[in-house]
């Protein structure tokens, strides 16, 4: 189904909505704006990861995706946003999906990241400081 330009611009205001609620978030597949369904998702580009202390926009999505383009070309790579309910921070990164909590736990620990998302619960799981001894 080819998408258009107004469900786009509908889509990215929904996704950035999606950050300005605690625990809030997305990921996305680039190639076709579908929600990613199932899984462990973790950012895995430190160096493209944007944090807010404010509400994020769909300019502020548009931008991202422009800077990211590179790293959202590459095989098995997603869009990801996400609202840490601890502090308010929207975070918008590039991540990978993962079937295996382990391997979303060590992908994690080396990319420094605080928390993965597991589809099956919709939930973030925090990266224990332990992991990463």
């Given amino acids: 189904m080819a998408m258009t330009l107004i469900y786009w611009s509908a889509r990215i205001n929904a996704i950035?909505?999606?950050?300005?609620v605690p625990d809030g978030g997305f990921s996305l597949d680039p190639t076709d704006g579908s929600d990613v369904r199932?899984?462990?998702a973790v950012a895995v580009h430190p160096e493209l990861e944007r944090v807010y202390e404010r509400r994020v926009t769909g300019v502020d999505i548009h931008e991202y995706v422009a800077q990211a383009q590179d790293a959202l070309s590459l095989p098995g790579r997603v869009l990801g946003g996400w609202c840490d309910p601890e502090t308010g921070r929207a975070y918008l990164d590039v991540s990978v999906v993962t079937a295996d909590?382990?391997?979303?736990m060590a992908l994690a620990v080396k990319a420094e990241q605080l928390a993965i998302f597991d589809f099956s619960a919709m939930e973030s799981i925090p990266v224990l400081a332990s992991s990463v001894a």
């Fill in 16 to 20: 950035a909505d999606a950050l300005s």
């Fill in 38 to 40: 199932c899984g462990y």
């Fill in 101 to 104: 909590l382990s391997e979303a």
